[in-house]
Nanobody, 121 residues
Framework: VQLQASGGGLVQAGGSLRLSCAAS????????MGWFRRAPGKEREYVAS????????YYDNSVKGRFTISRDSAKSTVYLQMTNLVPEDTATYYC???????????????WGQGTLVTVSS
């Protein structure tokens, strides 16, 4: 499984940005696809995730109502639409995949390379 994240950049507070994660190497049936981020000097944290087969979405409270995770099955791409960005959203964003066929608790074992999002005040 390979993940390629893109779409990061510099944006002003209040602006929007869409991240993409192109996935390859499997059908992704039964996978969870997630977005995580690591701000400078901080631990990596969970942002949002998407159940590939059922379409259910999950969000951290810090982004709920502002970020939307979605997919394009034909392109095997997962998106993170970010709106109303604030400086605290500044971080390197990583997409990740967890194969949860047979194990609902399987960890995120596959990671993309990260894309930097900088929100200026």
């Amino acid at each position: 499984v390979q993940l390629q994240a893109s779409g990061g950049g510099l944006v002003q507070a209040g602006g929007s940005l869409r991240l993409s994660c192109a996935a390859s190497g499997d059908t992704f049936y039964g996978y969870y696809m997630g977005w995580f981020r690591r701000a400078p000097g901080k631990e990596r944290e969970y942002v949002a995730s998407f159940e590939w087969s059922g379409g259910r979405t999950y969000y951290d409270n810090s982004v709920k109502g502002r970020f939307t995770i979605s997919r394009d099955s034909a392109k095997s791409t997962v998106y993170l639409q970010m709106t109303n960005l604030v400086p605290e959203d500044t971080a390197t964003y990583y997409c990740a995949a967890a194969n949860r066929n047979g194990n609902i608790n399987a960890p995120y074992a596959y990671w993309g390379q990260g894309t930097l999002v900088t929100v200026s005040s």
